[in-house]
């Protein structure tokens, strides 16, 4: 009889920090370790806060088989069908108060993310978005009117060097009170505005309802505050060696450097769990 040790199980993971290594690749012990995992009967998928053009690459090198989790949990996209199969967008009163952010912080960096778009828009330049435009392979695409973005807006980040965001940060939150979004820190260097409730964890208890799947048997990896949500709801939440000390509190177990083939090690953990009966 086939070994399907880890049907019915979802196993998602973060990208950058977490399955991505320092040179930003695929470990040769992470893919293999996800194809054992897979080939058992678990279901895998990603949970990044790329956009779908930034995560293609990266999907046909793994055996992907359940929608993925983008834009830090606004989009739901199914890369085997080539389609969104769930998103939020944020409320038009999103436009007004990012304004008075770029108004209160002239150096503050802003990538606009809109629907259907393969790069984002850049509201505001800085040396940190120019950093993440190469990084990303994203063309230019300066915005000089919101008239000119005909999509409904997906999220907002804004770039700063690290010292320069955490004094922002209370701040950028004061003057967009009254916007119904949710914020999250996705890097040192990033602060993101997301529709409301669509963290990775919402999207995360998405996901397993359309699979049937009870979050109980979720397991979650990740590195940085916007995995905090789906750390916590995952019925397994495991934080890489490398994680914020807020997820790393909050896991419920900690696992290996995500330069130390940190995948791999979480699915021999489930296995060694597997043999011995201890997996719910």
């Not at 995948?263 to 201890?278: F, H, M, N, S, V």
């Amino acid at each position: 009889m086939r070994d399907r040790r880890f049907e019915g199980y979802l196993l998602v993971t973060d990208m950058d920090g977490t399955l991505l290594d320092s040179a930003k690749q695929i470990s040769w012990g992470n893919r293999a370790a996800i194809e054992r995992f897979t080939s058992l009967g678990g279901r895998f998928t990603l949970a990044t806060g790329r956009i779908a053009g930034s995560v293609r690459p990266f999907v046909q090198q793994l055996p992907v088989n359940a929608p993925a989790i983008l834009y830090n949990g606004a989009v739901i996209h199914d890369f085997s069908r080539g389609e969104v199969v769930w998103e939020r967008t944020l409320p038009a009163s999103a436009k007004e108060a990012v304004g008075r952010v770029l108004e209160r912080f002239p150096g503050i960096g802003a990538e606009l993310y809109v629907r259907g778009e393969e790069a984002p828009y850049v509201l505001q330049e800085n040396e940190t978005t120019e950093r993440h435009r190469a990084v990303e392979k994203f063309p230019l695409r300066q915005l000089h009117s919101y008239d000119d973005v005909s999509g409904p807006w997906i999220k907002l980040l804004f770039a700063w060097e690290p010292p320069l965001l955490d004094e922002a940060v209370s701040e950028i939150v004061r003057l967009t009170a009254g916007t119904e979004v949710d914020w999250v820190r996705s890097d040192d260097k990033y602060f993101e505005m997301l529709p409301a409730e669509a963290t990775k964890g919402h999207a995360l208890e998405r996901l397993a309802a359309e699979l049937g799947i009870p979050m109980e048997r979720c397991i979650a990896l990740g590195d940085h505050l916007n995995d905090l949500e789906m750390i916590r709801r995952a019925g397994i939440g495991i934080a890489v060696a490398n994680a914020h000390p807020e997820l790393l509190d909050a896991a419920k177990r900690r696992g290996k450097h995500h330069n130390e083939h940190a995948i791999a090690d979480a699915i021999e953990w489930l296995e060694e769990q597997a043999r011995q009966g201890t997996l719910t």
